[in-house]
T-cell receptor, first 117, second 109 residues
Framework: GAVVSQHPSWVICKSGTSVKIECRSL??????MFWYRQFPKQSLMLMAT?????????EQGVEKDKFLINHASLTLSTLTVTSAHPEDSSFYIC?????????????FGQGTRLTVV | GQSLEQPSEVTAVEGAIVQINCTYQ??????LSWYQQHDGGAPTFLSY????GLEETGRFSSFLSRSDSYGYLLLQELQMKDSASYFC??????????FGGGTRVLVKP
């Protein structure tokens, strides 16, 4: 299957700082990438849909100024958590797909565990 | 939008069969996916049903009935390594997935 690489796998940062998470599709071009957040023992909640070359589409309740998404190329999307606070501590996961929606699976990155202290 | 319901937890013994049901309410539904997630890991794809019927992949099978807005994942010959969380996910346009709450499967010796 296709490979999606997410970096870093874990990060600890101080409250008030910003953290950037990268999501790369290694062997295919991802026209669309998705960013999810998962709190312990809960489901994956879609935060935003990232389309190459255009603005991300955020889900209701997700602050676009706090969670900055950039999809500058067909193989890279980044999520920046700005002015992080302890309540932003979570598992962030990206997934990637190709145009057309005919694929039967989304390819997930390894996830990034963010801890804000 | 979509909402998907599945049981929160299931416990079974090695070698047993477990069925995880998923009911959904949705608009713009393309199909139902199933993912496995071990603690601390990322979701891994198990199966996808776009059409009604049963899809079999080794020990795991998945079923979909669009008329009943219902699907299930069947885990056969349970092994200890199958202890994990299992998520159903409804697929919409643009490969957008909405996940159910997840079912934690605990396999006992």
């Amino acid at each position: 299957g296709a490979v999606v690489s997410q970096h870093p796998s874990w990060v600890i940062c101080k409250s008030g700082t910003s953290v950037k998470i990268e999501c790369r599709s290694l062997d295919f071009q991802a026209t669309t990438m998705f960013w999810y957040r998962q709190f312990p023992k809960q489901s994956l909640m879609l935060m935003a849909t990232s389309n190459e070359g255009s603005k991300a589409t955020y889900e209701q309740g997700v602050e676009k100024d706090k969670f900055l998404i950039n999809h500058a190329s067909l193989t890279l999307s980044t999520l920046t958590v700005t002015s992080a606070h302890p309540e932003d501590s979570s598992f962030y996961i990206c997934s990637a797909s190709t145009l057309g929606g005919t694929g039967t699976e989304a390819f997930f990155g390894q996830g990034t565990r963010l801890t804000v202290v | 939008g979509q909402s998907l319901e599945q049981p929160s937890e299931v416990t079974a013994v090695e070698g047993a069969i477990v069925q995880i049901n998923c009911t959904y309410q949705t608009s713009g539904f393309y199909g139902l996916s199933w993912y496995q997630q071990h603690d601390g890991g990322a979701p891994t794809f198990l199966s996808y049903n776009a059409l009604d019927g049963l899809e079999e992949t080794g020990r795991f099978s998945s079923f979909l009935s669009r008329s009943d807005s219902y699907g299930y994942l069947l885990l056969q010959e349970l092994q200890m390594k199958d202890s994990a969380s299992y998520f159903c996910a409804g697929k919409a346009a643009g490969n957008k997935l909405t996940f159910g709450g997840g079912t934690r499967v605990l396999v006992k010796p």
